[in-house]
């Protein structure tokens, strides 16, 4: 194993919206049914955040519990690191709105946007910042409100997503706990398999833009699910290679839950039984860059992984963008 300096996952903290929306509840809303998305996707519920409360919200939630478990106040953050393809606003940032909710004054704040590979993709990012020397105490937050952005006339998307948020302390490793690997990639030529067309500066938000609802997402979605299949394994090999672990060192993989069916061949290809992997798409659809941050939660508080133990994450998202990372928590 290496012994380049590492930053470990001090703590993390998780907040569903109370919500909860059915698969049938949804078929009175679109011609869909439970048995067609739960059988396409193993989604039975998600939940679905309160008019009012944004993705700030929700991130302050996720963040002050994680500041708890690892001893934390506000005051004591350096960094905050939001991953959202929902900010509640477009300028500033989530970041700078969950610094202001949480207190937490003496850090620096920003965005950064990499989809559902979002909390992978934080944590390299954290580690970057940590083995520089910038900051000690770094607040991973990945916040989505999808229900804001989906188009809900279109059964074929807005059967999938679902609101919530996830959090990470991440701290300099001091023993041999800490990110063993990270690895992260993208290719903006297939952006447009799952994408929102307008209403940002190239084709501002107006009232054509509205009629049209380009500003919703749009996904080709068997696209998407060859390019997730491919992309999840890529990046499983080569997290695994990079730590210097194999498969059968792997306690637990934690997968982006998009799809129980993407899951199982990712699991499959990367030869990790189902009973080592957690699935939480059942109860929360697809959260964007949320799903893995609550899993992770989801998976400490209920004790199927705790310290020493050796994960495997791995996501994938628009962009497109996909990722991966060995972490020993
Ligand atoms: N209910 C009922 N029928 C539906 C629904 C629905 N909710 N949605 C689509 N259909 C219909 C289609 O209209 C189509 O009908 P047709 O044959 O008469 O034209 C039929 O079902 C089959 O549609 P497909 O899109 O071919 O179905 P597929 O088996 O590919 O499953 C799905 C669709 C579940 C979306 C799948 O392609 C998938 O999971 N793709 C990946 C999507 C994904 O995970 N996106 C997010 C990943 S990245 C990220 O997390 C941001």
């Not at 129980?260 to 080592?276: F, G, L, N, Q, V």
């Amino acid at each position: 194993m290496s012994q380049r300096p590492r930053a470990a996952i001090a703590s993390t903290g998780r907040y569903s919206p109370a919500r909860v929306m059915t698969n049938a509840e949804l078929s009175e809303i679109v011609d869909t049914s439970d048995e067609w998305i739960y059988t396409r996707t193993g989604i039975r519920e998600r939940r679905i955040a309160a008019d009012g409360e944004g993705a700030a919200d929700m991130a302050e939630r996720a963040s002050r519990r994680a500041l708890d478990q690892a001893g934390l106040t506000p005051s004591d953050v350096d960094l905050i690191l939001v991953s959202t393809a929902t900010p509640d606003r477009l300028l500033p940032s989530t970041a700078c709105d969950l610094q202001a909710l949480l207190g937490a004054n003496d850090a620096g704040a920003y965005d950064f946007a990499t989809a559902c590979s979002g909390f992978v993709y934080g944590l390299a990012i954290a580690e970057g910042h940590i083995v520089a020397g910038h900051a000690r105490n770094v607040l991973v937050v990945a916040t989505e409100k999808m229900s804001a952005i989906v188009d809900w006339t279109d059964r074929a998307t807005c059967v999938l997503f679902g609101d919530g948020a996830g959090a990470a302390v991440i701290r300099p490793a001091d023993d041999e706990r800490g990110i063993l690997s990270s690895y992260m990639k993208s290719d903006g030529r297939l952006a447009d398999l799952l994408y929102r067309p307008s209403g940002g500066a190239r084709t501002p938000f107006d009232v054509a833009v509205l009629g049209e609802r380009g500003h919703l997402v749009k996904m080709t979605g068997r696209e998407i699910f060859k390019s997730a299949v491919r992309s999840m394994c890529e990046a499983a090999d080569a997290a695994l290679q990079r730590a210097g672990v194999t498969a059968d060192e792997i306690d637990l993989l934690v997968p982006h839950q998009a799809n129980i069916r993407i899951i199982e061949a990712t699991a499959r290809y990367a030869d990790i039984p189902m009973d080592k992997v957690y699935v939480n798409v059942d109860r929360f659809g697809n959260m964007s860059s949320a799903s893995i941050p609550v899993a992770l939660d989801e998976v400490r508080e209920q004790g199927l992984a705790g310290p020493g133990s050796v994960i495997l994450m791995v996501a994938f998202g628009a962009g497109l963008t996909w990722a991966a990372s060995v972490v020993r928590l």
